[in-house]
């Protein structure tokens, strides 16, 4: 059982940046594919980025592509999401997700077994 941990989160104005961390539990984090995902209020949740296991596949949501950075350090089990030129519509509670190493149908929610509590991300105009 993985257990995924966020945390970064918090209020920034429009153009600012913010750097979130997600900790996972167990070594096995590194067989994993690691996601981003957000949800706003009334909104479905949505895909914002992916990595592989060895961080050289890597994937974003056309709407923070050239923005956002996804990393991940396998050796401290942690990935990060470093968010640049933030906008309003990035408002929401942002979970990072983990699951098997198949690129399958990777924006997809239900590709991941493990997820965290989130971590709500707020961007005033």
């Known amino acids: 059982q993985v257990q995924l941990v966020e945390s970064g989160g918090g209020l920034v104005q429009a153009g600012g940046s913010l750097r979130l961390s997600c900790a996972a539990s167990?070594?096995?984090?590194?067989?994993?594919?690691m996601g981003w995902f957000r949800q706003a209020p009334g909104k479905e949740r949505e895909f914002v980025a992916v990595i592989n296991w060895s961080g050289d596949r890597i994937y974003y949501a056309d709407s923070v592509k050239g923005r956002f950075t996804i990393s991940r350090e396998n050796a401290k089990n942690t990935m990060y999401l470093q968010m640049d030129s933030l906008k309003p519509e990035d408002t929401a509670i942002y979970y990072c997700a983990a699951g098997s190493n198949s690129f399958i149908y990777y924006t997809n929610p239900r590709q991941y077994d493990y997820w965290g509590q989130g971590t709500q991300v707020t961007v005033s105009s």
């Open positions: 167990e070594r096995t984090f590194n067989y994993y594919k």
